[in-house]
């Protein structure tokens, strides 16, 4: 019986020459489409191997055609594709941190699909500066005299150490050694930059004369490092900045604080934990800032450094800044992202991190109300659907102690499916769904999807539903 099965079995050819006249066929590159089919055709024989198929009925044309162009589209999707952020988790790291603004992403496009002035004067037409496109830019939006672009923040963290400080040491906090996610640990970046650590003070407190009798001949810079995604609470005490920069200036030190996830956004007056603009802490004296492009700022992946004309010269002039340049699309994406903010109630409306962290409570509970009533219209029969109060949460190190009030939709599958499997089956939908277990409901946060994403919402949980009841 096994041996006719496997001769009923079509060829990749015959199955080619079946699919050649369907639209989607042209779309796919032809060796792409003839891997799927060898791997459909591998797990037949499996089936029939171990006895999971015994029906030549399940081998006509008509039968496996469905389950085969399935099996065909889905194989063939790119491995790195959109998914639906429904976690609540604004700059989510795991899924691609902050989401362009519209003006942004149209520059994006722009920069991929034509020839560009990259490195090139107009007014002159010579080769002209990379950076001259964004450094008028920030240099408006921070009062900083000089700017820098680089590929990361802590690409930034390591060009300025090893153009300030190499062979040198460098002053920092014992409480400010962080790690952050990735493993990237300050005393490491540090390390590798050819600079020499030199930690004062203690875990919890550390003082002004911490740093000033560490100070000798061979120190190069006093360093400051935002905590990012953690917080030491209770006995403490820290060195302000314009104490430490009063502290430089009188040893001719340079100060350089790396913010971490850097912002131009007062998010104090609305009620979220006070952070420091990088304005603020460029008027509050620092000589070099570093900061994110990505996190709060709601741009491009990038590492930002303002600062001192003589430090971000020397910067500049470092042979690694090459080796950490930022590319044409992400220097579109940051001019479109920076000239937002010049209107900062523009910024707060047209940049999705902004307009996410920035959303009312009582409008995420309209819209969650809205979601709701779509998938129950959709599939009220498959699930029960509820509203449910709950947080959200900045992410990307930002804001750790803060709770941002939302309302959830909470969902049960009716019948058949429990909770976790549902939340795995959403990972395998077109776009996959992300979302999270609370209070024995799968959760969908309404703060980090876009309205004209609720529809792709309603068709990720019914193809989820689908597929776990086949």
């Not at 923040?153 to 920092?172: Q, R, S, Y």
Request: charged share 25%.
């Amino acid at each position: 019986m096994a041996d006719n099965l496997y001769r009923l079995l079509p060829s990749v050819d015959q199955i080619l020459g079946s699919l050649e006249s369907e639209d989607w066929f042209s779309t796919l590159p032809r060796p792409l489409v003839r891997d799927q089919a060898n791997q459909y055709l591998d797990r037949l024989r499996e089936e029939i191997r171990q006895g999971a198929l015994t029906d030549p009925n399940e081998l006509a044309w008509e039968r496996l055609h469905p389950s085969l162009r399935a099996f065909i589209l889905s194989g063939a999707r790119p491995h790195f594709r959109r998914a639906l952020n429904a976690t609540g988790v604004v700059i989510h790291t795991n899924l691609g941190r902050s989401i362009l603004a519209k003006e942004a992403a149209a520059a994006v496009s722009e920069a991929c699909a034509h020839y560009s002035n990259l490195e090139f004067d107009l007014e002159t037409g010579e080769r002209g500066s990379r950076y001259s496109h964004v450094e008028g830019l920030l240099c408006s939006l921070t009062g900083a005299e000089a700017a820098l672009v680089v590929n990361n923040n802590a690409g930034a963290v390591f060009l300025i150490l090893d153009a300030l400080a190499k062979g040198k040491e460098v002053l920092v906090s014992r409480g400010q050694l962080v790690e952050i996610g990735g493993s990237f640990r300050i005393p490491d970046v540090m390390a590798g930059s050819g600079a020499r650590l030199v930690e004062v003070g203690t875990t919890n407190r550390t003082h002004l004369r911490d740093y000033e009798t560490a100070i000798t001949s061979e120190t190069a810079a006093l360093m400051k490092v935002h905590a990012s995604n953690f917080r030491i609470t209770g006995f403490t005490c820290e060195v302000g900045l314009k104490d430490l920069v009063e502290l430089g200036s009188r040893y001719g030190l340079p100060v350089i604080e790396d913010l971490g996830s850097g912002n131009f956004y007062n998010f104090g007056a609305l009620g979220l934990a006070y952070e420091p603009t990088v304005r603020e802490t460029v008027e509050a004296g620092a000589d070099v800032v570093s900061f994110s492009g990505d996190k709060v700022l709601g741009g491009p992946q990038a590492g930002i450094i303002v600062g001192k004309k003589t430090h971000i010269d020397r910067i500049k002039a470092n042979p690694l800044n090459r080796a950490l340049r930022i590319d044409k699309m992400t220097l579109a994406a940051l001019e479109a992202t920076l000239r937002l903010y010049l209107d900062p109630d523009q910024a707060r409306k047209k940049i999705p991190t902004l307009a996410m962290l920035t959303a009312r409570p009582r409008e995420l509970k309209k819209r969650a109300g809205r979601l709701r009533q779509r998938i129950k219209k959709h599939l009220g029969a498959r699930l029960q659907a509820g509203l449910l109060p709950g947080v959200s949460r900045a992410g990307g190190g930002s804001f750790p102690e803060r709770a941002l009030e939302t309302t959830l939709v909470a969902l049960r599958p009716a019948f058949g499916t429990s909770v976790d499997d549902l939340k795995k089956a959403l990972l395998a939908t077109d776009p996959p769904l992300v979302g999270r277990i609370e209070e024995g409901a799968f959760c969908l946060d309404p703060r980090t999807l876009m309205d004209e994403e609720f529809p792709l919402v309603v068709s990720a949980l019914g193809q989820a539903l689908e597929n776990e009841n086949k």
